[in-house]
């Protein structure tokens, strides 16, 4: 006799020996005492989670000759015959290949004859989803109204895909994922039987693998003693697999959280030299994080081993848990990216890169928008208080320059000009001299972000119709978002024409290899100039 997969090996034979869907087969049982068996069954699940094996089971129940407390006795002429398949009153059909109209017309011809042997011609279509329009179309009528003698069971993994007409005329029972601990309760009973010695650790691995589906779990474990040996622990389950050590998911995971760059490309690359699967690396990252997120809400995660909790618990303890999260969507994202790339090496490592180098576009946007909210502030409240004009009294500065006349404007009230007069400054021609002030009036008009941002700038003219503003101290990310936004861009080049008399253009000058300045010290040098208290949270 040929070798039969585990899977297949280990089929349940009764409801009794199916895992994790007691509420479905107490129910089946219960019409097959009653004798209430319903015409038309539609059972939806996810892979691997017993709807097949259901469907067969219910086929030889309600045929069996002797049957008990809803139960088939697999003895008798009628069970033995559809365990060993030749008994053709139970047809199983595969619509994902049987998906015409002329499969489904050569069904409606056969249900008009009685059934051979049993008591009932069961019909399992297995991904009933697959079948064509014209098939559903021509399956109704004799789904709706079928002969007495003829039962349809029909099994998909996908219900959203069937049409309403089909969905309405059947039972439907939704199959659940099975739980880790029913997978691992019927792994050791397999193992036990097999003379399998497995560790409890490679259990849990099998399990959560698995995803809650029993056929993947015993593929998984026939996987693990095709080399002839029957020893199972964690490391063979995972080399199998091509799952990284949990140690070298920690050290990356820490590297980014600790933006060290090298850190995380060197324990990358070491994973991929290991022939690792880099998809199943993702995966591995999003799921610690998950769990380290999780540990830091409960202080409870579950199947690690002590040691890899303590590794978790310190990890916990010095990031916060709205980093977490966007990391887990920005490493979703990166999974999504890899999907649609031939180079998902590349696209990895650039991931990783961006991750460690805290250019993640959530973070400079949720420091834009904090930063936003204080500009608002001190431009509404706190700077016309200082200058003790009124709230939502509109003033724009004017600069004057030797050869520009100085010029006042003032929709709301005419008797503010006399105000603006006295705060318009007359600036001379050399860019060098009128540049600090420029700086220092954004910060009194409430231009809290490019001030900030131009603290210790200095401004050069490069010819007669461009300025060059320098950076001493370099440009971080956030201040480049900043500063090249549109908007501030047009800003500092009127300040800069009005200021030199003449229409001017302003360049960036950056010296990239001296950036010294971070995020962290942009927001604290707002707090410090602001001289309002709020505090300014990652």
């Known amino acids: 006799m040929g070798y039969t997969a585990l899977y297949r090996k280990f089929r349940p034979l009764n409801f009794s020996e199916m895992v994790g869907q007691e509420h479905i087969t107490r129910t089946l049982k219960n019409q097959i005492i009653a004798n ?43 069970c033995k015959g559809a365990i060993s398949g030749s008994l053709t009153d139970i047809v199983e059909m595969d619509a994902a290949s049987n998906n015409s109209v002329e499969d489904i017309r050569s069904i409606r011809e056969e249900v008009n004859f009685l059934p051979t042997k049993a008591k009932y011609r069961v019909y399992i279509i297995d991904e009933v989803h697959m079948l064509s329009t014209g098939a559903f179309n021509a399956l109704l009528k004799t ?39 029913d997978i691992i309760k019927r792994l050791e009973i397999v193992c036990k039987e097999s003379n399998i010695e497995i560790t409890k650790e490679a259990l849990n691995v099998i399990a959560i693998l698995s995803e809650g589906a029993m056929r993947d779990a015993l593929s998984i474990l026939e996987r693990c003693i095709q080399d002839g040996e029957n020893k199972i622990d964690e490391d063979k389950i995972k080399d199998l697999v091509g799952i990284p050590k949990m140690i070298l998911v920690h050290e990356i995971v820490e590297a980014i959280i600790n933006y060290d760059v090298d850190k995380a490309l060197i324990t990358v690359n070491q994973v991929l ?54 990391l887990v969507y920005e490493l979703s994202e990166l999974e999504n990216e890899m999907k649609f790339s031939t180079q998902k ?22 420091l834009e928008q904090r930063v936003t909210k204080i500009e608002k502030y001190l431009k509404n409240n706190h700077a016309n208080v200082q200058n003790n004009v009124p709230v939502n009294t509109e003033i724009k500065m004017t600069y004057t320059t030797n050869t520009a006349p100085v010029t006042t404007k003032n929709p709301t009230k005419t008797t503010n000009n006399k105000q603006v007069q006295n705060r318009a400054t007359s600036y001379s021609n050399k860019v060098e001299e ?105």
């Open 345 to 366: 090496n590349i696209v990895f490592q650039a991931g990783m890169i961006k991750l460690c180098s805290n250019l993640s576009s959530g973070n400079n946007e949720g």
């Open 143 to 181: 789904l709706e109204e079928p002969p007495e003698h003829v039962k349809f069971i029909l099994a998909t993994t996908e219900p959203q895909k069937l049409p309403a007409t089909i969905l309405s005329r059947c039972q439907r029972f939704d199959f659940k994922k099975i739980s880790n601990e």
């Open 36 to 78: 209430r068996v319903g015409h038309a069954y539609l059972f939806n699940g996810g892979r691997g989670t017993g709807k097949t094996s259901a469907a067969k089971i219910l086929a030889r129940a309600i045929n069996c000759l002797n049957p008990k407390d809803g139960e088939p006795c697999n003895e008798c002429e009628i």
């Open 434 to 538: 009128y540049w600090p002030q420029i700086v220092q009036d954004l910060k009194q008009n409430g231009k809290i972000v490019l001030y900030t941002n131009l603290i210790n700038t200095k401004a050069k003219e490069i010819n007669d119709m461009t300025v060059g503003i320098e950076f001493p101290n370099g440009l971080t990310a956030f201040g480049r978002t900043i500063l090249e936004k549109q908007e501030n861009i047009k800003e500092l080049t009127t300040l800069v024409s009005m200021a030199s008399g003449k229409p001017m253009n302003i360049k960036y000058i950056t010296d990239m290899g001296n950036t010294q300045v971070t995020e962290e010290q942009n927001i604290k040098s707002i707090a410090k100039e602001s001289d309002i208290p709020f505090h300014v949270i990652e």
């Open 273 to 326: 030299d290991d022939g690792k699967d880099i998809s199943n690396l993702l995966w591995e990252m999003i799921k610690y994080i998950k769990d380290i997120l999780l540990y830091k809400a409960t202080n409870h995660v579950a199947l690690y081993s002590e040691e890899e909790k303590n590794k978790i618990k310190e990890i916990s303890e010095i990031v916060e848990k709205e980093r977490l999260i966007n």
